[in-house]
């Protein structure tokens, strides 16, 4: 068997009661303008399902020194220490060694892990290059991690109460070793504890207001049993909060957070458009799918981004039935029967021209609900009357449910935009939600 | 004036010949499996705009010792250190006390900060929540960075050898200041050095074909004085390859950039559409503007996500007319005359009827040029002729000038969507090229 199962003989285990986790990716690339490391999302997300909180998460470049120094203060911080990357054959792949110093441990050439790689080349019918034997170099006393995606092996190292656990870059790599090698071992290494997250989505109301209302409610959970922490997260047109609870007894948790969840909603109300990760097309898709409703949208300043969002949800074709993205108001006049002479009295941003809109791709798509959207955008097409930001948002049902809005929207055009599908996706959302097909 | 604009007595400067920065990006919210920084892309830009090298980047949750103790160790490595985020009013906003913990100085109200925040709420006609009141705590010593698209103002302060610059994390509130306020003082602090860079983008060719074609021509370049780093990177549809070159002297610097541009692009040919960081978008737009020439186009299963694109570009509405989305079929055959029997016999994905629908949109819009997509972007809906991932996009113009591919892509129903997106406005921009109008 070689050194691959060889386990460190003496193994000291997590001393910690809330075992914490640190995220180090390794790579000069990651140091430029152009990439950003996302393995860590996955990362942090497998991680909390041990009930492991991520302390923090660094990107170090290809630098010995650097890497050494990092990861010693991560191991001399966390109990566990993910680093992803500098697995690879070059000279510039240095996690092997910087861990080897930070254990103040030899490398030993590895014979299994050898035969892999050697094996690897053998089957695609190439020569293996001298340089890929650096990748059977393994730290004294650790564990291989196979990796049948690629050359890279990783490495389990238990280092006193901590353990370094040494990933490749490639997510398709790093993900299945994650799943085989490393969830078992961090069951058996921390004893199975659970972090439980709850997250709800909010649309049309500012984070300082969501927060007036839910502080009072989320406050006193912090010291309740379980302890519940919350963070609030603002984004254009949208405000989530984020609830997690951790502990050994799951049952408990999803309870105690399904409460929260439930206590929110009720004193938040309407503007809550899920409970359980969906966004707005998705619930607009559920709503309509349930009902066997069906919409099109007119739109003007949003150019077909609403269209674009709601097609986003696969299987939407059941129930958007199409649009008209009427940039020119002479495709106003004529795809969407907006009369001329509205347009001329009350202009083109105007609550007559949305409603018409609305109603006239309704009309034309022959579907149970329409929209419809017109804008100014900007940078320029502002007046005092209408600034830049000015946004009206129609929504038409049958039975002459017709709801409009007239907005002012603050922040460049990409901004503007934003909050305009955002605000016609949920007055959609409203709308489908009372029971108008 | 108050402290708003005091700077320290004492400036120590930089010491090192090769100026390095660390990034900081400060927020529990980023420690999750749900957010990611990328603040730290532009700011990578901008200070390797200032010759200033990116050393390492990490994300710290909101805990005072953990902040406290990433600042420190930040501030002993590198010659600028750049923090994101926790500059809010609420008690989870720390870098202001952070930054004067490790400079060992106390904090002051700053009045002139104060003013600004309760006028911003003034004008928005809302009463300033007493907790704003914090954004005006300002460490002793440290310049404050004005924000006029938020309450929370930046900070600068010197600190001996290496200077900390707080942001706000919001990218519209971040941005705006680095260029008004944090670029200026860096270029003060440092003496001007250059890190000048260009970019080829390139669309309808894979990295390794567009890496075979330059590496011959780029190779050269890095032993070349000045030398130029070469980096390539993909993203669904597009191919881009940088280039950047470091010194004192500018003019040398863009010289030497721009002929590597012109050799790679020569090499290249067609399918280099912009070496001036313009996105196709922009260049199909600067086409139609300069030739007085419109576009419609008719979206089956990118569902209006072509003319979002298009209409991203301010003043689109110059040469964008509009467009139908057509995902239903009927739609096809009612708004965009695709004849019943073409679909009963091709079936909606296919290039006799992608082809109706870009005549169809262009006749019934009126432009010059019509495109027209219609595929199969899954998960579902796949058969063996026609798997998910096969995609028909046809442009039509004047003349009887007209293209036609069948296309099929890899991937997940976002990255086929992606994907056609970027090979529609191609083969619109190659059509535009022609002189088609």
Redesign the interface.
């Known amino acids: 068997m070689g050194g691959r199962h060889r386990y460190p003989v003496v193994v000291a285990g997590p001393l910690t009661e809330t075992p914490t986790a640190e995220i180090l990716a390794i790579g000069s690339?990651l140091?430029?303008?152009?990439?950003?490391d996302?393995n860590?999302?996955?990362l942090?997300?497998r991680l909390?399902d041990h009930g492991i909180e991520?302390?923090?998460?660094?990107?170090?470049?290809d630098r010995p020194q650097?890497l050494v120094e990092?990861l010693r203060?991560a191991v001399g911080r966390a109990s566990v220490v993910v680093t992803t990357g500098g697995l690879g054959p070059t000279d510039d792949d240095l996690t092997r060694d910087a861990m080897a110093t930070v254990a103040g441990v030899p490398c030993h050439e590895d014979a299994t892990v050898l035969e892999a790689i050697a094996e690897r080349f053998a089957r695609r019918k190439m020569p293996m290059p001298a340089m890929n034997q650096r990748q059977a170099m393994v730290p004294d006393g650790a564990a291989v991690l196979d990796n049948p995606h690629g050359t890279a092996p990783g490495l389990w190292l238990p280092l006193g109460h901590s353990v370094i656990v040494a990933l490749p870059g490639p997510p398709r790599e790093m993900k299945p070793m994650w799943e085989t090698h490393v969830a078992p071992r961090l069951a058996v290494w921390f004893g199975m504890r659970h972090l439980r997250r709850r997250?709800l989505k909010i649309a049309g109301r500012g984070e300082?207001h969501v927060d007036e209302i839910a502080a009072p409610i989320y406050g006193p959970l912090r010291d309740g049993s379980p302890a519940i922490e919350t963070?609030i997260?603002a984004s254009p047109g949208q405000v989530e909060l984020?609830l997690s609870a951790k502990g050994a007894d799951v049952d408990a948790l999803d309870r105690a957070l399904d409460a929260a969840v439930c206590a929110l909603s009720r004193a938040i109300g309407a503007p809550v458009f899920s409970v359980d990760g969906r966004e707005l097309e998705e619930v607009v898709g559920d709503q309509l799918r349930a009902r066997g409703g069906t919409v099109a949208?007119a739109?003007s300043?949003?150019?077909?981004?609403?269209?674009?969002r709601?097609?986003?949800v696969?299987?939407?074709?059941a129930w958007?039935?199409?649009?008209?993205?009427?940039?020119?108001n002479?495709?106003k006049v004529r795809?969407l029967g907006v009369p001329e002479a509205v347009l001329a009295a009350h202009g083109a941003v105007s609550e007559l021209v949305a409603s018409a809109m609305a109603a006239g791709v309704r009309a034309?798509?022959?579907t149970d609900v329409g929209v419809g959207i017109t804008g100014i955008a900007?940078?320029?097409g502002g007046t005092d009357a209408k600034p830049v930001g000015t946004v009206v948002i129609a929504v038409d049902g049958p039975d002459t449910r017709h709801v409009v809005r007239t907005l002012r929207f603050p922040?460049?055009?990409?901004?503007v935009?934003q909050m305009s599908v955002q605000t016609a996706l949920d007055l959609l959302r409203r709308a489908c939600a009372e029971d108008c097909m």
């Open positions: 690339e140091l430029t303008p152009f990439r950003i996302t860590s999302l996955f942090t997300g909390n991520l302390l923090g998460k660094s990107v170090v470049g650097a990092a203060l997250t300082s963070s997260l984020h949208v739109e300043c949003t150019g077909g981004m609403v269209l674009g709601l097609t986003n696969p299987g939407s074709s958007v039935t199409g649009g008209v993205v009427a940039y020119d002479l495709v795809d034309r798509m022959q900007g940078p320029t922040g460049d055009r990409a901004m935009r």
